[in-house]
């Protein structure tokens, strides 16, 4: 590769688009000197960004709950494509967060200013808007997608598309050591530890923590032996200390990525909220759940909206019901401490999840080469181009 310094723009709107983007900058880094700006998190930054502006003002999901954010989200539009012409850099990689990204891809498509877009992690065209499917190419050079079966909605409408793999393939997950977290936090080796997962938006965790907290608080109740963590990220993790005060539960807040996975290692259930999580939580063979509710609006329009049987990955790819969806009115804390009581037992739903978690990981792969290097291999291609 050359050894002349690139200039990639990076934008991620929020946490699991930042941890895609600080491997990326790694696999980048190996094989081309690159300098990097753009937007991202924590990791991002851990790697040598300099983010723009604070992701989490970005992390907004849901209708009702995205309307009051309009006008500040305009107004960081318009910054980040001012800055992107300032920058000239050589590609402009946007990383999931369609809704903000796409913005910004259409802006400087007509500003004409011949930088290669590309957007890595395909709009989900196969729940809802199969439409966009058709228009992408307009405004985005080339996509890179996660699941093999992407790439079939975007290639008939002359979007050069590439499947890299699924980065929970390549997740510190998977390298942790449990024991190891116990011993870190003095956590005896007869305590069941639960993983509380809330999601990583501010309003997931206003909205689905206490009902999690109070389905530990029935689990605590039933069995004195458990331990509970809660593993969280920094854009949260002030309102996830503020609300887990006073709960009278023996409970672990962490915030390092180190601390997640070793939690993960470490626990004999998880409940969590519906997203990248899960998909970690399989790969490590933990069982567990997926709780989730959003305002009665946005639950309304998206029954309307969204054509699909399962909302969590796992249950989509595989095509059946291994991980247990509390969805809406579902969501109670006795629901919860129901199913994780199911888990804990190794009944029925816990050998499917088992199998589930092996083949899962059989869909998710491409190949010996991590999806990291593959992105970065595809993305330094199209700028030589």
């Known amino acids: 590769m050359s050894s002349a310094k690139i200039k990639v723009y990076l934008i991620a709107g929020e946490p699991s688009g930042d941890l895609l983007g600080s491997r990326l900058m790694r696999a980048l880094r190996q094989k ?16 040598g960004l300099q983010s723009l502006f604070d992701i989490s003002e970005l992390a907004v999901m849901g209708l009702a709950e995205v309307i009051p954010s309009i006008p500040n989200v305009l107004r960081r539009i318009k910054q980040t ?34 930088i290669k877009q590309i957007h890595y992690v395909a709009p989900q065209v196969w729940a809802w808007k199969k439409r966009r499917a058709k228009t992408m190419y307009q405004y985005v050079d080339e996509l890179l997608t996660l699941l093999p079966n992407e790439p079939q909605y975007f290639t008939p409408y002359h979007l050069k598309t590439t499947f ?9 997950a998977l390298k942790a050591d449990g024991a190891e977290f116990r011993r870190r936090h003095n956590i005896a080796d007869n305590k069941q530890i639960i993983s509380i997962l809330p999601g990583s938006r501010h309003n997931e965790v206003s909205r689905l ?55 993960f290692q470490a626990s004999s259930a998880a409940i969590a909220a519906s997203g990248t999580v899960a998909l970690e939580l399989a790969m490590c063979r933990i069982p567990h759940i997926i709780a989730y509710k959003i305002s009665p609006l946005t639950y309304y329009l998206a029954k309307s909206l969204v054509k699909i049987k399962y909302v969590n990955l796992t249950n989509i790819m595989l095509d059946r019901p291994v991980i247990p969806e ?33 083949d899962i990981k059989q869909y998710l792969s491409n190949g010996n080469d991590t999806p990291s290097n593959q992105a970065a291999a595809v993305i330094l291609k199209a700028i030589q181009c």
Not at 39 to 47: K, S
Not at 220 to 235: N, Q, S
Not at 241 to 259: A, F, H, I, Y
């Open 209 to 263: 923590l206490p009902d999690f907290l109070a389905a530990a608080q029935k689990l605590y109740a039933k069995h004195p032996d458990m331990f509970f963590v809660l593993p969280t990220v920094t854009t949260v993790a002030q309102r996830v200390q503020n609300m887990v005060k006073g709960c009278d539960l023996p409970l672990l807040v962490v915030t390092s990525e180190n601390e997640r996975y070793g939690a």
């Open 81 to 114: 494509v001012a800055d992107i012409v300032k920058q000239k850099p050589d590609v402009v990689v946007t990383i999931d967060s369609w809704s903000f990204c796409s913005r910004i891809h259409k802006k400087l498509r007509k500003l004409n200013t011949g």
């Open 32 to 47: 081309n000197a690159v300098e990097f700006c753009g937007i991202g998190g924590d990791t991002m930054q851990q790697e």
């Open 164 to 172: 890299v793999g699924h980065p929970v393939i390549e997740s510190a």
């Open 326 to 358: 509390l969805l809406q009115h579902d969501c109670t804390p006795q629901n919860i401490a129901d199913h994780i009581d199911e888990l804990l037992a190794h009944a029925q739903v816990y050998q499917k999840q088992m199998q589930g978690f092996d």
